[in-house]
T-cell receptor
């Protein structure tokens, strides 16, 4: 079975400061990892994904994520937060042996203060 | 492509009534997923289809819920009879069969059962 944990319900950061949103996963085989963002009253928007190769993945809106196999983590990062980054962020996983549907974490609300 | 299209965007109904949610996936996608989002349970997979055939419906909460995909461009999720605890945002997503591709989400249907 595959699972995702997002240990923080909310992350607060000041505008201009770096941000990190944490994610750990559990899968049977090799993981395929994804980050999505949800703005109020909107659907989920894809940000970035890790498939294979470089452990640092770059995505939309200046976000990046670092894959760490030994720690089974895939933390989302951004060097300098913007107020407009405030939203709900979801980590998701799919493994090569499991179902095609993504399994999502519980979500982390990012609040960037001006 | 216009993306995944869901209708209606909002639905308010009385307990006991039948509710039908609709989804048009992105053309060419052979997987379709139905998710439900609530504060308490986060994003839950309800059911998913491959080439219009239901593959995994283990997430469907009760017999009151049913889903169909009569053709590649249309799917419905029906609740009959509806109950207040069914109040949630229901998302439809579509994707291709490859493991390393993301799913694309619709804007969701916010269902309120009173």
């Amino acid at each position: 079975a595959q699972s995702v944990a997002q240990p923080e319900d909310q992350v607060n950061v000041a505008e201009g400061n770096p941000l990190t949103v944490k994610c750990t996963y559990s899968v049977s085989g090799n993981p395929y990892l994804f980050w999505y963002v949800q703005y109020p009253n909107r659907g989920l928007q894809f940000l970035l994904k890790y498939i294979t190769g470089d452990n640092l993945v770059k995505g939309s809106y200046g976000f990046e994520a670092e894959f760490n196999k030994s720690q089974t983590s895939f933390h989302l990062k951004k060097p300098s937060a913007l107020v407009s980054d405030s939203a709900l962020y979801f980590c998701a996983v799919r493994d090569e042996t499991g179902r095609r549907a993504l399994t999502f974490g519980s979500g982390t609300r990012l609040q960037v203060q001006p | 492509d216009a993306g995944v299209i869901q209708s209606p965007r909002h639905e308010v109904t009385e307990m006991g009534q039948e509710v039908t949610l609709r989804c048009k996936p992105i053309s060419g996608h052979d997987y379709l997923f139905w998710y439900r989002q609530t504060m308490m349970r986060g994003l839950e997979l309800l059911i998913y289809f491959n080439n219009n055939v239901p593959i995994d419906d283990s997430g469907m909460p009760e017999d009151r819920f049913s889903a169909k995909m009569p053709n590649a461009s249309f799917s419905t999720l029906k609740i009959q009879p509806s109950e207040p605890r069914d109040s949630a945002v229901y998302f439809c997503a579509s994707g291709t069969g490859t493991l390393n591709t993301e799913a694309f989400f619709g804007q969701g249907t916010r269902l309120t059962v009173v």
